[in-house]
Nanobody
Framework: QVQLVESGGGLVQAGGSLRLSCVTS????????MGWFRQAPGKEREFVAA????????YYADSVKGRFTVSRDNAKTTVYLQMNSLKPDDTAVYYC???????????????????WGQGTQVTVSS
């Protein structure tokens, strides 16, 4: 069982930056890919980014490429999402999650992940 707690959300103006953190606990953390998703009101949960357990591979949604950076510190069992050049369309609740399988195929489906955190709100004003 893995527990995940996100933090770092808040209100920021367009063009600003935020860094989200996801602290994890549980014996499976080090071997699994970690992902970030977001969900805006009335919309489906969508993939944002993912990082393999070694940090050697990262994946991004097209909408955030070049603006967001995912990283992890395995010593601290923490995953980060650095978000720059934020836009009002980035407003959503952001969730971190653990990939359901040790081998991560690069899938952007929420079904490829489990053990979700409670989420942190990010609001970008125009």
């Amino acid at each position: 069982q893995v527990q995940l707690v996100e933090s770092g959300g808040g209100l920021v103006q367009a063009g600003g930056s935020l860094r989200l953190s996801c602290v994890t606990s549980g014996r499976t953390y080090r071997t699994y890919t970690m992902g970030w998703f977001r969900q805006a009101p009335g919309k489906e949960r969508e993939f944002v980014a993912a990082i393999t357990w070694s940090g050697g591979s990262t994946y991004y949604a097209d909408s955030v490429k070049g603006r967001f950076t995912v990283s992890r510190d395995n010593a601290k069992t923490t995953v980060y999402l650095q978000m720059n050049s934020l836009k009002p369309d980035d407003t959503a609740v952001y969730y971190c999650a653990t990939a359901a399988a040790i081998y991560y195929s690069g899938s952007q489906s929420p079904g490829a992940f489990n053990s979700w955190g409670q989420g942190t709100q990010v609001t970008v004003s125009s």
